[in-house]
């Protein structure tokens, strides 16, 4: 029987939806810990073959009372997503019926209610799944794009734990050839030695930069590239803001000024997130209110991972000149109103947001804009500033290590910096102190994952 069988030492037993609460078409229920079977069994009168999916009529242990027609699966430790014994029990959707089968679950003595991640947080303590796999799982429910799923699932999978793993491994043997040397300190270590952990040390130090210098790229993906359309007054700013966000987000008015604050809308473009920002024309004014919008504007063109900068073209130079300071690397120029005449050269993408000419070619534009800033690459990136700090912690070590070794400094000091570099590596899968950040990574999950 499954209560019979090994499970994690964990003295009490958490219950939770693992499904959005409301009418639905079903609910599932999750209990994970010691006494889940004996749960199950108080409220079927049976226990179902493992893992095989059994009909059960649920009824309240306490009243006898029909509670649901039900499906229900268990899922004995170790081998299950917590490590412990597992129960689902896949109820019929409407809320009366979660609360009652819910209510009926917790009375169960040593049942309380999961803490938002807790089911993940057990799963990661049980040794079932490492720390950059349980932010994947994370990411992976907060994805609203195709990318962002992606990732996640790559991460999720391991992707990154297998990156960092080889990296600690890589640092392990450098260590222990030093230490076998450091137990013989009348030895000089040969110049084969030295040069082959330098190599190693060398290598891993260009891994290290290499995925230090993505700019940014997972980050950017989990959380949307900031992006912000700036140009004079009247150039079409709002109108280009409502043709992206397919609806009307902000008011269109040939009144000058007409925008006052920062306006955002959430797209997803080619499966790649972005938040994308009107903002207030940019102009000399007395008015206090405008003069406060075009202060809001000029930080939020600042802070943007890329800007579209618009003007009209036909308005002459003097548009054009107020926004050539924005005409950089990271902004893409925005001719509107080429309707009206004009032929605008090249950097120039020529648009009319009136009769649509040109803006899927400005689509496109900010499309490959955004895939070249996040798209996936073959290694799996960083996600998370943690990961890049414990990263950049590592990678000083590893230089400072090899300086050592090369300016025949005693062993144990290269030694050491080796061991610093892998215990930073060990803080992004969780091996080593990372007691400090499960409270902040698992208070972000939903209650029942």
């Known amino acids: 029987m499954v209560e019979d069988l090994p499970v994690n030492a964990t003295d009490d037993t958490i219950a939770a939806l693992a499904t959005a609460p409301g009418r639905a078409g079903i609910a599932v229920l999750r209990i994970s810990g010691p006494v889940a079977a004996a749960a199950v069994r108080a409220l079927a009168g049976r226990l179902p073959e493992p893992r095989r999916l059994s009909r059960a009529r649920l009824r309240d242990p306490d009243t006898g009372e029909t509670l649901d027609d039900a499906l229900m699966v268990l899922f004995p430790g170790p081998a299950s997503f917590t490590g412990e014994d597992v129960a689902e029990l896949h109820l019929h959707g409407g809320r009366a019926v979660t609360a009652a089968v819910l209510g009926a679950v917790l009375r169960r003595p ?184 075009v202060r809001r504007a000029l930080a939020r063109a600042e802070e943007a991972d890329l800007r579209l900068v618009v003007v009209d073209w036909g308005a002459g130079e003097g548009d054009r000149a107020a926004v050539a300071r924005w005409l950089d690397g990271d902004a893409i120029a925005v001719a509107n109103k080429i309707d009206r005449g004009g032929e605008p050269p090249e950097p120039w993408i020529p648009v009319s947001v009136t009769t649509g000419q040109g803006l899927e070619t400005l689509l496109a534009r900010i499309g490959a804009e955004l895939e070249a800033r996040m798209g996936l690459r073959e290694a799996p990136a960083l996600t998370r500033a943690r990961h890049r700090s414990a990263a950049e912690e590592a990678r000083t070590a590893v230089r400072r290590a090899a300086e050592g070794l090369r300016g025949g400094l005693p062993l144990e000091l290269p030694a050491e910096d080796l061991r610093l570099a892998a215990r930073a590596l060990g803080r992004i899968t969780g091996k080593v102190d990372v007691e400090e950040i499960l409270d902040a990574i698992f208070r972000e999950f939903c209650l029942g994952k």
């Open 110 to 293: 040593g049942v309380r209610p999961a803490e938002p991640g807790e089911f993940t947080r057990r799963a990661f303590l049980n040794d079932r799944i490492d720390l950059t796999a349980a932010e994947g799982i994370l990411d992976l429910v907060d994805a609203e794009t195709d990318a962002q799923r992606r990732q996640a699932l790559r991460q999720a999978g391991g992707g990154l734990a297998a990156v960092t793993e080889a990296w600690r491994a890589g640092l392990v043997a450098a260590m222990a050839r030093l230490e076998a040397w450091i137990d013989f300190p009348d030895e000089d270590l040969p110049a084969e030695v030295v040069g082959a952990v330098l190599d190693g040390l060398d290598g891993l130090a260009a891994a290290l930069d290499g995925h230090l210098a993505d700019a940014g790229r997972g980050e950017r993906l989990r959380e949307g590239l900031r992006m912000a359309i700036v140009g004079p007054p009247n150039a079409g700013k709002s109108s280009l803001l409502n043709w992206l966000a397919k609806r009307d987000v902000a008011i269109v008015s040939a009144t000058a000024g007409t925008t006052r604050d920062v306006l955002e809308v959430y797209l997803d473009v080619n499966g790649y997130p972005a938040t994308v920002a009107d903002t207030a024309g940019l102009r000399e004014t007395a008015d206090s209110v405008e003069l406060e919008g």
